[in-house]
């Protein structure tokens, strides 16, 4: 068995559904799994939506609901020519459009906005498409059949801190196997899952990458597919270095890395269940499905200078503390870490000087303010005997980080990357090498993350 996945541009319209749709076709020997996310934008659609009902901007809201059901009508009308295939999905999506109304309707009239509302209101894009990919699918002569991933991915009951119950999900997914063995070509909703009571949960955003692995590792497939809109795994983000290249191979750990520090190629918790059954998977391109894409696996080759990769993520907040009587104050990086873990924040990084003067951590944006108050709490006595100085932080934070295996070993990085960013005046605020050795993380002002990632890729000469 071998996991398909399709994101959001690959069935995105038309063209790109009867493309996706004819790669499953030609691997129907293989025996495949689909999963499916929402027609590219829809999910965000649905939230603006979510978010105009939540402030009583019941016309916005409406507008952008009419907006999303005419794409899915279109798509219907334009992929069908069958009209009693065209009526049988629209009764299959009548349900659907009549929950959609009391949701928004209940946002509207509470004025209430609750993750697990969150959560409902963005599983309508994949349980939209799912429908009419199935059904194109046995056009194509498959016998296809949709399934809802809310019945075979179980989750915690917590919505912020979603852990996915392994266990439930495997028996769960037997059903999946049975169905494969039986000749059919299952098409599961990526991104949504459920509690065991039954509340519809979601992975995170773009999380229909952790899906297809989450079912892939239940169903122990062959390997997983992530057909996407780019050739592969590039040393770069396309969007901000042109030539950046396609890798032929990344390790889990790279990929691992470089997903946690914003490569959008991969949900960074999709690797995880692929390395625990030693699962490859493969990032492919839709739209150039000649390519070999990349191979993700245990082994990698080393690329020169042991860099493989540069990737960027925004959108951070670099908190510091500081204090000269610091020094000989026990435990306070492990009371750091006990503050923010007591108020659920998660810390990107982590630094402490030698002279426990300083200690650097980064944030989420939005764990910013609770972060500073956390820390300020828990280091009141501190602070009221000046032991500690100042908490502060500052925003508008971007890491950069510099990934590859080879890095172990390789000497002079580190030197190369301060080189290269001092010569172009762009200010290093803290780094960090994790203690794999694996990546190499710098903090920089978020204006000036696109430029350190074009000069660190080409002082790396990643484009070779
Ligand atoms: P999908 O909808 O198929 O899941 P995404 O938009 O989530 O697609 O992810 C693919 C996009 O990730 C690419 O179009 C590319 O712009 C972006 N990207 C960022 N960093 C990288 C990288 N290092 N390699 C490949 N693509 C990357
Ligand atoms: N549709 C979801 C999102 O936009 C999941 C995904 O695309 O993987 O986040
Ligand atoms: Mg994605």
Known sequence: MVVVKFGGTSVGAVPQIDQAAR?????????????????????????????????????QRDDKLW???????????????????????????????????????????????????????????????????????????????????REIIVTSEDSEFLLVDFDETRKRCQK??????????????????????????????????????????????????????????????????????????????????????????LHPQTIMPAVDENIPLRIKNTFAPEMAGTLISVETPVHQYGVKTVTSIT???????????????????????????????SVLMFSQGSSEQHISLVVNRH???????????????????RRIDRITSISDIAIIALVGEGIKGAPGVAARAFGVLGSANINILMIAQGSSELNLSIVARQKDAPRAVQLIHEAFELNK
């Open 367 to 385: 764990d910013g303010d609770a972060t500073v108050k956390a820390l300020r709490r828990e280091f009141d006595q501190e602070i009221g005997r």
């Open 23 to 59: 790669i499953v076709q030609s691997m129907r020997d293989s025996k495949p799994v689909v999963v499916v996310s929402a027609m590219g934008g829809i999910t965000d659609a649905l939230l603006q939506a979510g978010e105009a009902a939540f402030t009583g901007q019941t016309q």
């Open 176 to 265: 999946l196997s049975k169905m494969v063995k039986t000749g059919i070509v299952p098409v599961v909703t990526g991104f949504i899952c459920s509690t065991p009571a039954g509340v519809t949960t979601t992975l995170g955003r773009g999380g229909s990458d952790y899906s297809a692995s989450i079912i892939g590792s239940s169903i122990k497939a062959d390997e997983i597919q992530i057909w996407t809109d780019v050739n592969g795994v590039m040393t770069a983000d396309p969007r901000i270095v042109p030539d950046a290249r396609v890798l032929d191979r990344v390790s889990y750990k790279e990929a691992a890395e470089m997903s946690y520090f914003g490569a959008k190629v």
């Open 67 to 149: 907006e999303i059901r005419s794409r899915h009508d279109r798509t219907i009308n334009e992929l069908f020519k069958n009209r009693d295939t065209v009526h049988e999905l629209q009764d299959t999506h009548r349900g659907i459009w009549e929950e959609v109304q009391k949701v928004f309707t209940g946002v509207s009239l509470l004025r209430e906005m609750s993750s697990r509302s969150r959560d409902l209101i963005s599983s309508f894009g994949e349980r939209l498409i799912v429908p009419i990919f199935a059904r194109y699918l046995r056009e194509l002569g498959l016998e296809a059949e949709p399934v809802d991933a």
């Open 315 to 345: 959108g951070m907040t670099l908190v510091s503390v500081e204090g000269r009587g610091m020094i000989g104050v026990p435990g306070v990086a492990g009371r750091v870490f006990t503050a923010t873990a007591r108020n659920r924040i």
